[in-house]
Every structure is written in C-alpha cells, then in structure tokens.
C-alpha cells in the first residue's frame, strides 16, 4: 500500500481538530480560572488618604476670619492699602500663567 503525502496532512488535520476539541471540553468543564483584582496602597499613600480625609472636614469658610473683619468694617478700622491689592493681582495673574 502506497501512502500519499496529501493523506498524511488529511491525518495530522484530523488528529489536530480531534485534539483541539479534546481541550476545548476539558477547559470548559473545569471552567475559567477567576482572579480578583487586588490593590496594595504604599504607606504614603494610606497616609495621603488620611490628610485627605481630614482636609474635607474642615469647614469652607473660616468663621473667626470673616467675623474679625466684620468686626473692623463695622467699627470703621478695616484699611487695605492699594499697593497690597495690587502686588496681590500681578501675583495671581503670574501663577495663572505658570500653570
């Protein structure tokens, strides 16, 4: 008998699909293996949390602050010197560009 090398590849096909198939039933009854993401903060950041966490508590508007100077505008005392107002704009206007 005389074997072809046209029947050998229809063989090793046939062997190849046979077991492919073979794996593809035992990867299904076993089931995909499921991993759970798992994060690990560094010391630093747990520490940043906590700072963060304490930021928030405090209050927006800083109640001892806006009753001195109701205080000083109410009596009169309460002066700004124009030059202060100024140097604090041209200082905005600078950190608004660095940005």
Do not use: C, H
């Not at 109640?63 to 505008?73: C, G, H, M, P, Q």
């Amino acid at each position: 008998m005389i074997i072809s090398g046209k029947q050998v590849q229809n063989v090793l096909k046939a062997y190849g699909e046979q077991t492919k198939a073979a794996q593809n039933t035992k990867n299904e009854k076993s089931g995909p293996v499921q991993k759970q993401d798992e994060v690990i903060l560094s010391s630093e950041a747990k520490e940043f949390g906590q700072i963060l966490q304490s930021i928030k508590k405090l209050p927006d508007v800083r109640e001892d602050k806006v009753n001195e100077i109701s205080k000083k505008l109410d009596s009169g005392n309460y002066t700004i010197e124009a030059k202060d107002i100024a140097e604090q704009m041209i200082a905005r206007v600078l950190a608004d560009r660095i940005r």
